[in-house]
């Protein structure tokens, strides 16, 4: 089979696995209602502690992250072995994520993408995905907002990777998906400057 057809078949399996909804999964799980139908109406984990069950949203904050890290690392793992070009695991970077924000399976109206993009970060590069990890931890524990903590870490990721790799390719992904993650936040942004955006762990 040819490379190129290898590359897009892979490309479509990364986004099929990003646009598994855990979010639904754990709350069907769990017993919940739909994920979709209170608070934000967003399909992730911080959405899903809403509900009041903590089991849900740890499993789909690990489900989310878990698809993104698996997608890339057995892009890196396998890519040369089957002579596909080092710009695959960019592309299978950004499909896992744009399949989590765009699912197929939900009509395309996914998540925010934090979890997902922190998987792929850390896939990447450990310790990229670590420190924009942290930026998020740091924020979040000490403001109580998850929106405004995507945001800084999402405007942090590419100045890591600046750091790490200096003008590399793939600081282009960083920021791509650093972009589409401040862009799916527009709306808490608003919230946020309005002083009507939610906590962490508040029910809305």
Do not use: C
Request: hydrophobic share 55%.
């Amino acid at each position: 089979m040819p490379p190129f057809l290898i590359t897009l078949l892979v490309v479509l399996a990364a986004y099929l696995l990003g646009s598994v909804p855990f979010a639904l999964v754990a709350s069907r799980l769990f017993g919940l209602a739909d994920p979709r139908s209170y608070g934000s109406g967003n399909p992730g984990a911080t959405n899903v502690l809403r509900s009041g069950h903590k089991g849900a949203a740890v499993l789909t904050l690990i489900g989310d992250a878990a698809k993104g890290w698996l997608a890339v690392f057995l892009a890196g793992r396998y890519a040369a072995e089957y002579g596909l070009g080092g710009y695959t695991v960019g592309l299978v970077a950004m499909a896992v994520f744009f399949g989590h924000l765009y699912p197929v399976f939900l009509r395309f109206k996914g998540g925010k993408g934090v979890a997902t993009a922190a998987g792929v970060l850390l896939a990447i590069n450990p310790w990229l995905g670590l420190a924009t990890l942290a930026t998020w931890l740091a924020i979040a524990f000490a403001l109580r907002y998850s929106s405004l903590a995507a945001l800084v870490a999402a405007a942090a990721a590419p100045l890591y990777a600046i750091l790490i790799w200096g003008g590399d390719g793939r600081v282009l992904v960083v920021g791509i998906i650093a972009m589409a993650l401040i862009g799916k936040h527009w709306q808490n942004l608003q919230r946020l400057m309005a002083g009507s955006e939610p906590k962490i762990g508040r029910r809305k």
